[in-house]
Every structure is written in structure tokens, then in C-alpha cells.
């Protein structure tokens, strides 16, 4: 059997945003083939079923978004200006209204990780690395004097994540972006301190 031709970054990030747009439960095999192009054969005989292009999507989306991380800390002077900017960036995706700028591994996280290993097991890798980034760069801040304390970098790390968690989560009831700009201040000094 021939293998199907595709771009499979394309293939992958068009996935993510149908998974993002409707969460992996209300996505349906046309939904799918209306936003890859291909058709649900390709899909099957590529990734096994929806499960496997879910899972080798939020490989992808990994991927992109440790890319983008990289690049606002690459962009600012320092780890605290860089820590600003990626609180900015989680901001205006909270706020966008646009489906497709959620968090697909919180999606995930929240729909099918408590009863699919395979699906936890990918979050879980993803978390110890975003976990291990931002340990780096509160490391970084502690070089600069930046930041003082007692705290560890990695408990700052983990502080970190599960305030964005909880940012994402209340910015989708509360969709006013002075309050959730202001929440996300809260946490950066929270964390620093």
C-alpha cells in the first residue's frame, strides 16, 4: 500500500486548530478532513485514528510553541523583561476570542488525559519541559538579581505554570483583558518574590 503525500506540519497544525476550536470529543472525521484536506482514509493510514493525529498534534504544537518561547525570551534584555512578555502573550491569547489561540495541551489535559495513558504520558513530557525552561530562565534571573529568595527555581517554575493554568481557565468566564492583564502581573510578582 502506497503512503499518502502531504505536508504533515500543515497536515498537523490544521488539526490543531480544529482540535482547539471544538476540543478533541466534538471533533469529528469531517471536521478533521475539512480542515487537513485529507481524507479520513489518508488520516487513518497516517496517524491509526483520530487519537493518534491528536497525539502527534500536540507533539507539533509542542514543538511550535517551545519555538515560540524561545523566541520572546531570545527578544527581550533579560529573564524578568522576557517573563513579562510571555505573560503579555498568554494575555492577548486569553483574551482573542478566537477559539483556535487556547491552549491545546490544557484542551487535552482537561478532556482525555485522565483516561488515555498515551495522551497523559505526551502532557506529562511536555510539562516537565516547559517545567525545566522556565526553571532556566528564573535561574537566569536569579543571576541578574532579578530576583531574591528562599524559593527554588523549580518551585517558581511550577508556581508559574499552574497560575497560567488558572489564568486560562478564569479568562474564560471573565473575558475582560484589564483584569486578566492585571492577574497575570499578580502572578509574575507573586513568582519573583
Given at each position: 500500500?502506497?503512503?499518502?503525500?502531504?505536508d504533515?506540519?500543515?497536515?498537523?497544525?490544521?488539526?490543531?486548530?480544529a482540535?482547539?476550536?471544538?476540543?478533541?470529543n466534538?471533533?469529528?472525521?469531517?471536521?478533521?478532513?475539512r480542515?487537513?484536506?485529507?481524507?479520513?482514509?489518508?488520516?487513518?493510514?497516517?496517524?491509526e485514528?483520530?487519537?493518534?493525529l491528536?497525539?502527534?498534534?500536540?507533539?507539533?504544537?509542542?514543538?511550535?510553541?517551545?519555538?515560540?518561547?524561545?523566541?520572546i525570551f531570545?527578544?527581550?534584555?533579560?529573564?524578568?523583561?522576557?517573563?513579562?512578555?510571555?505573560?503579555d502573550?498568554?494575555?492577548?491569547?486569553?483574551?482573542?476570542?478566537?477559539?483556535?489561540?487556547?491552549c491545546?495541551?490544557?484542551?487535552?489535559?482537561?478532556?482525555?488525559?485522565?483516561t488515555?495513558?498515551?495522551?497523559q504520558?505526551?502532557?506529562?513530557?511536555?510539562?516537565?519541559?516547559?517545567?525545566?525552561?522556565?526553571?532556566?530562565i528564573?535561574?537566569?534571573a536569579?543571576?541578574?538579581?532579578?530576583?531574591?529568595g528562599?524559593?527554588?527555581?523549580e518551585?517558581?517554575?511550577?508556581?508559574?505554570?499552574?497560575?497560567?493554568?488558572?489564568?486560562r481557565?478564569?479568562?474564560?468566564?471573565?473575558?475582560?483583558?484589564?483584569?486578566?492583564?492585571?492577574?497575570a502581573?499578580?502572578?509574575?510578582?507573586?513568582?519573583?518574590?
Open positions: 500500500m502506497r503512503s499518502a503525500e502531504f504533515r506540519e500543515a497536515v498537523l497544525r490544521a488539526a490543531m486548530n482540535f482547539m476550536e471544538k476540543g478533541y466534538k471533533t469529528s472525521m469531517q471536521d478533521l478532513k480542515a487537513t484536506g485529507l481524507h479520513p482514509g489518508s488520516i487513518y493510514c497516517a496517524f485514528n483520530k487519537k493518534g491528536l497525539l502527534a498534534s500536540l507533539e507539533q504544537y509542542n514543538l511550535d510553541r517551545s519555538d515560540e518561547l524561545r523566541a531570545r527578544d527581550q534584555s533579560d529573564a524578568l523583561s522576557g517573563l513579562q512578555a510571555y505573560l502573550s498568554i494575555v492577548a491569547e486569553c483574551v482573542s476570542g478566537d477559539p483556535t489561540q487556547s491545546l495541551s490544557q484542551k487535552a489535559i482537561n478532556e482525555i488525559a485522565q488515555d495513558e498515551q495522551a504520558a505526551v502532557l506529562s513530557q511536555q510539562c516537565i519541559m516547559w517545567q525545566s525552561f522556565m526553571k532556566d528564573f535561574i537566569q536569579e543571576k541578574e538579581g532579578a530576583i531574591k528562599e524559593r527554588l527555581p518551585q517558581r517554575a511550577q508556581s508559574l505554570i499552574v497560575g497560567i493554568y488558572g489564568l481557565t478564569f479568562s474564560q468566564a471573565q473575558k475582560d483583558a484589564d483584569v486578566i492583564a492585571t492577574l502581573n499578580q502572578l509574575l510578582r507573586d513568582v519573583c518574590r
